[in-house]
């Protein structure tokens, strides 16, 4: 039932301290309070699956001793990554909280609710902008309609990429690690220590 539902319509209620709260909140934010994740060495909490898919990407490319099962949580909004991450601190319903961490789109860097302990960022903004920045390169090797091109709202601009088959969303991850790689050396390295034995 949970699922059917549109955003913005599921709430999350609870009782902290003497009130009780009633927040929005993601299916999968949800999900994972009320039935967690079971069977896996190691948690990474990120925002969406754009992100999810381009940390598989850089683990695949630049963690190439993985040890440790892992998996890859998109949850929603940076502030309900973390707060899942500072929620698993005091009630470890994931793991032991040194095998959780959580990383956010680059644009969330610098934001209260993400200075916090085991908190990563990818290189740009997010996904979508990076590829809207990037497409605006005369370098760009990607020929794109003209009805996309004049698009300025990222998301739709991501969308319209993908559904006029200009570039599958594996070769927008590929483009953008290729493009980025230089800059993803702090992250790879935090991943490899995280999935490796040291």
Not at 70 to 86: A, D, E
Request: aromatic share 12%; charged share 20%; net charge negative.
């Amino acid at each position: 039932m949970m699922r059917t539902l549109n955003e913005g319509e599921l709430f999350y209620m609870e009782r902290r301290n003497e009130s009780i709260t009633l927040e929005p909140a993601s299916y999968s934010y949800i999900k994972t309070l009320l039935f967690g994740f079971s069977g896996w060495d190691r948690y990474i909490l990120t925002e969406d699956i754009e992100l999810s898919t381009l940390l598989e990407e850089i683990i695949r490319r630049h963690c190439p001793q993985v040890f440790y099962r892992y998996k890859i949580i998109f949850v929603g909004g940076g502030s309900q990554v973390t707060s899942l991450l500072k929620r698993n601190v005091a009630e470890q319903f994931l793991a032991d909280p040194q095998h959780v961490i959580a990383i956010l789109d680059g644009d969330q860097d610098g934001l209260r609710h993400a200075r916090q302990d085991n908190v990563y960022f990818i290189p740009f903004p997010n996904v979508e902008q990076a590829l809207i920045d990037r497409s605006k390169d005369a370098n760009f090797p990607y020929q794109l309609p003209n009805a996309v091109t004049i698009l300025t709202d990222k998301k739709q601009f991501y969308k319209a990429v993908l559904a006029t088959r200009s570039m599958s969303g594996a070769q927008v991850i590929t483009y953008l690690c290729d493009h980025y790689d230089p800059q993803m050396a702090k992250l790879s390295s935090a991943l490899n220590r995280f999935l490796s034995i040291a």
